[in-house]
């Protein structure tokens, strides 16, 4: 965890500053982390990063056309060090995986201090602003984890989820595993469209003005995500009649759909414990894939399945993911079978 006078300082960077511009990851833990420095703020501008989550020197562009007086990185797993040398103006990168060295930075991660600790990006955002509890609890149920405020969660917002149940349970079984999969699917589609919807976010006081349709604005985000849900279950479907005896449940679905392989995943490992997601999109010749696993440390063994072969991948221990060259693809495979036994 990170300290107090972190979180103390990490604010004093939002009150320090006029005109933040905000790097956020595309998925529900990066979006909440937006949102909840964003609505503190109430000031600034967001960018969705929906490629790889890396931030490299084509980005500058970006943090020029804004011209902020502080960049704030959120969620995204990795920043060049070229990045943070030609960039102008100062920045603080919060994040949860790694950790990583660099310079001229400042850089805010639980790891770094114990490797064990790995809260979400929107659970040390909601420890920075404390207000917005529920959408820091959504991004949190969103990565598998129940926070220590879950408690102060429940009693402004009760049965979301029931006390006792496990954060995957929650993510499946839970008005707010249902909102986590709201805001998720919200950023689905082209960039463009995804930060519309985030905007949305902006004017949202209460989760049931989305859930029960209460505003225009909450009926705009959830008709969407009802748009969205249906492509989703038909291949939510599909990808479960691949269950076979095999260890690995292996799903490639086409790349002219909407990407859903993290989703995918988290949902067919709580539905097959005991297999190794794969679940993966084919485009330019690679294979980019999201792995789940219950019993299995998915960084290392991703790494050795990839020797002598042209990928990369890495992520948390039982959630990650890859990209592999199609033409390696069967042997990335084979070689996952071979050292998850």
Not at 31 to 54: A, D, H, Q
Not at 142 to 167: I, L
Not at 185 to 198: E, P, R
């Amino acid at each position: 965890m990170l300290t107090a006078k972190q979180y103390s300082q990490i604010r004093d960077e939002l009150d320090s500053c006029k005109d933040p511009l905000f790097f956020f990851h595309d998925d529900p833990d990066g979006l909440c982390s937006y949102l909840l420095l964003y609505r503190y703020k109430g000031e600034g501008k967001g960018v969705i990063v929906k490629t790889n989550p890396k931030i490299d020197e084509t980005w500058l562009r970006r943090v020029e056309e804004y011209n902020p007086d502080k960049l704030f990185i959120l969620d995204i797993a990795v920043v060049d060090q070229d990045f943070i040398d030609n960039c102008k103006v100062p920045i603080v990168w919060i994040d949860h995986h790694g950790p990583y060295q660099r310079d001229r930075i400042r850089y805010f991660n639980p790891r770094s201090s114990d490797a064990a600790s790995s809260p979400p990006v929107s659970y040390i955002c909601y420890k920075v602003v404390e207000e917005d509890i529920w959408i820091s609890m959504a991004g949190c149920i969103s990565d598998m984890y129940m926070p220590d405020f879950a408690d102060e969660f429940r009693n402004k917002y009760p049965g979301m989820p029931p006390e006792g149940v496990t954060a995957r349970e929650a993510q499946f079984n839970s008005g707010i595993g249902r909102l986590a999969r709201i805001l998720s699917f919200m950023l689905k589609g082209t960039t463009s469209d995804a930060m519309k919807f985030a905007r949305l976010m902006h004017k949202i006081k209460n989760p049931s003005e989305i859930m029960d349709k209460e505003t225009i604005t909450g009926d705009k985000i959830m008709r969407r995500f009802e748009q969205v849900e249906k492509e989703y279950q038909e291949l939510l479907k599909e990808a479960k009649s691949r269950a076979t005896e095999d260890a690995v449940l292996l799903y490639i679905y086409p790349n002219s759909r909407n990407s859903f392989t993290g989703d995918l995943a988290n949902e067919l490992v709580y539905n097959f414990p005991e297999k190794i997601i794969v679940i993966g999109r084919e485009n330019g010749g690679e294979f980019k894939l999201s792995l789940r696993s219950d019993r299995h440390n998915l960084p290392a063994l991703i790494e050795t399945s990839l020797t002598g072969l042209q990928g990369y991948g890495g992520g948390h221990e039982h959630a990650a993911g890859a990209v592999v060259k199609s033409d390696d693809f069967p042997r990335f495979l084979e070689n996952l079978r071979k050292h998850a036994l």
